[in-house]
């Protein structure tokens, strides 16, 4: 499981350390796409092989479902994580995300997220803001 949020730099060549507790999950690879809110999205690869059947049943004459493999499909990558336990984020995925220097590491429970510092502290300011909101709309699922 991820949990947990880490700062970590990124270098000149796009590599950013896996943080350790996530790499024990991961073993050597994991496949990273864009996320929905200008993050990305890492994926363990069981989960990635049961997340992509799941779209791989869709109908391919749904709009939607094209779109939807699009989105997480295209610009899909796999990455290998090196001795030191980075991994190596293409450039047009750290471009869309906007990752330089701080990348911020997010558990999500099954996955976890890339997000630029800029981005990861407004979203934090905007969950902050309506955390009651957000909470309300789950209270019929107990939570």
């Known amino acids: 499981m991820f949990l947990g949020e880490f700062e970590h730099s990124i270098d000149d060549k796009g590599r950013v350390a896996v943080p350790a507790r996530f790499r024990e999950v991961l073993g050597e690879r994991f496949v990273v796409t864009k996320g929905f809110d200008s993050c990305l999205q890492a994926f363990p690869m069981p989960y990635w092989q049961e997340l992509r059947e799941k779209v791989d049943r869709l109908p ?23 001795r030191q336990g980075r991994g ?6 750290r471009e869309y995300a906007g990752l330089a220097e701080l990348v911020v590491i997010t558990g999500m429970g099954n996955y976890f997220e890339l ?18 909101e957000i909470a309300g709309k789950f209270s019929e699922l107990g939570i």
């Open 88 to 93: 190596l984020i293409p450039q047009s995925l």
């Open 115 to 132: 997000w630029s510092l800029e981005r990861w502290r407004a979203t934090q300011e905007f969950i902050s803001a309506n955390a009651a």
């Open 60 to 82: 391919i004459s749904s709009p939607d479902a094209r779109n939807l493999r699009r989105l997480m499909f295209a610009p899909a990558s796999d990455v290998d994580i090196d």
